[in-house]
């Protein structure tokens, strides 16, 4: 079973540390009304302007604070202390306020940065009275700011999104859910009653699965966020209806790794991803089912996953700036 090792760790924190300071090549989530908002990433995102896009900036960060909070002794952790210091000011943050204000940044990131950046948040609250305590209070408006967007827009989303890429809605509420149990509990309440009523009544899933740009799992990251969100016997019964055949390897499409044709390709490349995500949350199932059948093929699965693509992390820049957070959401459990 590969897992989580300083080697590994120090690898993952100087990838990032290349890449989130790296202004271009950057796809912006920018809506233009006139001339005037013809601006570069850097002026309008302060902090998060690396990376080849803002989430994959944000959950930079996010695998930095991780692994320094991990091994606080790693030979890169200095510079990524340095780092936050410099970027994560009040100054910073009001300037990535700024740009959600603008009226038509009301869909920026919708919902796949805004489940980020509450990870993010959740992340650097766990430091304590480190260095990047100060990165956690300056960031505060920030999360607060997505948090509110999580308030307005749930309620009006009668629906999920059931894709494996950014717009899922079951992966942005995993993802926010920590920061949510954490400090605001009507909002974890909220999404709670939203996951259920999305999700409660499925039945029999078939997991027609991967599609070609795939980095989620539709299949499992629905389990992920019912995992997170339900009681544990309320889970298992959940289970027990949405993949009844589960402990034989059905629907067999999860248990196989997918084949990635192209890695200089950045949404062929998005399949590696799919692996290390699928890793994930078959690990996680597996913990939570303990001695249960399932959760051997659980772990199973999950090796096979990590196998096929840890070794590509880095090599090409479309997979580069953004395959070690899920490497890490995989290894790290």
Not at 66 to 93: D, G, H, K
Not at 100 to 106: F, K
Not at 276 to 301: I, K, N, Q, Y
Not at 306 to 313: D, G, N
């Amino acid at each position: 079973m590969t897992t989580l090792t300083p080697g590994i760790a120090g690898k993952f924190a100087r990838l990032a540390l290349a890449h989130v300071s790296r202004p271009y090549p950057y796809k912006m989530d920018h809506v233009l009304t006139g001339p005037e908002d013809a601006v570069t990433p850097r002026s309008v995102h302060p902090i998060f302007f690396g990376s080849f896009d803002w989430h994959s900036c944000v959950h930079g960060y996010w695998l930095m604070a991780r692994l320094v909070r991990r091994y606080p002794e790693m030979s890169a952790a200095e510079q990524i202390r340095t780092l936050f210091a410099e970027r994560f000011t009040a100054t910073n943050v009001a300037g990535e306020l700024d740009y959600l204000a603008r009226p038509m940044s009301r869909g920026f990131e919708r919902p796949y940065g805004w489940g980020w950046l509450l990870a993010l948040q959740a992340e650097l609250e766990l430091h304590g009275e480190t260095e990047l305590a100060v990165a956690a209070v300056q960031l505060r408006p920030l999360a607060e700011g997505f948090a509110q967007r999580f308030r307005d827009f749930l309620p009006l989303a009668d629906y999920p999104v059931r894709t494996g890429v950014h717009s899922s809605t079951a992966f942005a509420i995993r993802m926010a859910a920590d920061w949510a149990d954490a400090f605001d509990p009507r909002l974890f309440e909220l999404m709670q009653a939203k996951a259920i009523a999305w999700y409660g009544g499925d039945r029999d899933c078939q997991a027609w699965e991967p599609s070609q740009d795939d980095f989620l799992s539709p299949a499992l990251i629905e389990v992920e966020c019912m995992r997170r969100m339900l009681s544990a016997a309320q889970f298992r019964e959940w289970l027990g209806r949405f993949m009844p055949r589960l402990s034989k390897g059905d629907p067999t499409s999860l248990f196989t790794p997918a084949r990635v044709s192209d890695r200089s390709d950045g949404k062929i490349a998005h399949l590696d991803g799919l692996n290390f995500s699928r890793a994930w949350c078959w690990r996680a199932l597996a913990t939570m089912l303990g001695d249960h059948p399932v959760a051997g093929r659980a772990r199973e699965a999950a090796d096979r996953h990590i196998e096929a693509s840890l070794p590509y992390v880095a090599g090409d820049y479309m997979g580069e700036h953004w395959l070690a957070t899920f490497a890490l959401l995989a290894l790290d459990h």
